[in-house]
């Protein structure tokens, strides 16, 4: 989930604190009185009489996640291995009778140094960005798809905002771990805040009428399972716990998804762990590049498991 460059500056120095720089222009959209009015009026009517505001196409996904950002190049001449990611895999094959969005290819910044495959990769997105508003550094807004990619907390490309300009039934959610990694930064340390953000989120797509399908992604090869919920204070500590709160944010969020209408998770992560028990390090030694990011073969057990689910779900959103 991370981009390379952070797994590779942490495992050089866990005592460095290495973040992203935001560079996001966030800026709330205002209409006029009348326009507000009206539009809100609107809304109270389509709540009272339970109606939908949109009517979304049943045959389309829309994929919000970083798709677990595979590092880069596999050579600095060679194929861009982000191509055999679980994204760009769905979007090749999708479901039948769907068609999966962004309807884009999303590419790995730069080539990977061979000897060193760790130096550069795809950059994921996080939770907190979700909540914004992104002015790109075009100046053209969200969603225009013109975002300088080197500049990863201003791309646009999976922004909350190209969710609510497409008209997808279908929702994937395939988020969480680069919140875990900045649990300290953005939520005081505490994967709870997380939970509520993520809660947040999800409600916010099915007010709309969209149906959420949360993926979840595996253990990473770093730090512990079962060690709950765990407080951490700094880049490093939230990194070697980010197996143990994910573990939590699961045990508390899986509950809450089976509460809620139109909402549906594929288990990736207990699904790995059911299979590998506490021995998760050696699925990271099969199936991972770095200790988190999901090489080819990852990315194919990754994409076998997730069709079938998403499968099965459809069928039964559809019957």
């Known amino acids: ?27 709330k959209k205002r209409s006029g009185g009348t326009l507000f009015n009206s539009a809100l009026l609107l ?40 191509q055999k990611s679980l994204f760009n895999r769905l979007r090749a094959n999708p479901p039948a009778g769907m068609s999966i969005e962004p309807d884009r290819d999303i590419k790995s910044i730069l080539p990977c140094n061979p000897f060193k495959p760790n130096e550069s990769g795809y950059g994921g997105l996080k939770i907190y960005d979700w909540a914004t508003e992104c002015v790109d550094s075009s100046g053209n807004g969200v969603c225009n ?30 988020l969480l771990n680069n919140d875990l990694n ?5 939520y005081h340390g505490d ?22 399908i949360w993926i979840s992604y595996s253990p990473i090869g770093y730090g512990n399972l079962g060690g709950g919920r765990v407080p951490c204070r700094n880049t490093s500590s939230c990194f070697f716990a980010i197996n143990s709160n994910a573990e939590y944010f699961y045990q508390q969020f899986i509950p809450w998804i089976h509460d809620q209408q139109g909402v549906y998770i594929i288990d990736f992560f207990n699904h790995i762990k059911e299979i590998y028990g506490s021995h ?25 498991f997730v069709y079938t689910k998403l499968q099965d779900i459809l069928t039964a959103e559809k019957n």
């Open 1 to 27: 989930y991370w981009t390379c460059n952070t797994i590779s500056s942490i495992s050089e120095s866990l005592g460095k604190h290495s973040l992203y720089q935001r560079r996001s222009i966030v800026g």
């Open 43 to 82: 809304a109270l009517i389509l709540m009272i009489t339970g109606q939908k505001a949109l009517a979304f196409d049943n045959s389309k996904i829309f994929f919000a996640g970083d798709s677990t950002g595979t590092c880069c190049y596999e050579s600095i001449n060679g194929g861009d291995l982000y």
């Open 145 to 174: 798809w013109s975002c300088d990619m080197t500049e990863l907390e201003c791309c646009c490309t999976f922004r909350r905002g190209c969710i609510e300009q497409s008209d997808a039934q279908y929702v994937i959610l395939a």
């Open 182 to 186: 900045y649990l300290d930064t953005f």
């Open 191 to 212: 994967v709870k805040l997380v939970i509520e953000a993520a809660k947040s989120l999800v409600m916010s797509l099915t007010r709309q009428g969209r149906t959420v």
């Open 280 to 304: 998760v390090s050696q699925f990271s030694g099969f199936y991972q590049y770095d200790g988190v990011h999901l090489n080819p073969a990852g990315h194919q057990l990754y994409y076998d």
